[in-house]
Each structure stands twice: as C-alpha cells, then as structure tokens.
C-alpha cells in the first residue's frame, strides 16, 4: 500500500540530506498521514481514512462530502 492520503492525494517527496561539510544524501520525505476516523452525516455512519494532517485541517472547514467529491472517491466503500 502506498503512504498517500486518499482525500487529498499527498505523497513522499524527494530531496536531500544536507551534512554539515555539505554533502548530499537522497532523502525521502513522507506525508504525514494518520488514520482518522471521521462522522459521515449524509451516510449517517463513521468512514476511516489515511489521510494527511492538512486533509484533518482541511476538512473542519470544508467538510467531507465535498472534499470526497473533489476526490472523486466513493465513501461508501470506506
């Protein structure tokens, strides 16, 4: 499975480790992604995601129902 947030689509980034002589090293940035669970009101019935903690940000304001639907994933099956 991969480590990507299913509402907003955040996946690892590539980058570099940088020592203190300056040297380079590849590095992979995660997303921090955390299994929520979150209240469907339309569904009447609590879905679990993996989601981001900018997605936790994003959806007190926003709402799930339109974030999914931006998404384009289905709750249902969740």
Known sequence: ???????????????????????RTKKLQQANLQWKRIWWAEGNRWVRLRISTKAIKTLETRGIQAMAKEAGINLNHY
Request: overall charge positive; proline content about 0%; hydrophobic content about 20%.
């Open 1 to 23: 499975m991969s480590r990507r947030c299913e509402l907003t689509g955040k996946k690892a980034n590539n980058g570099y480790a940088v020592s203190h002589s300056h040297r």
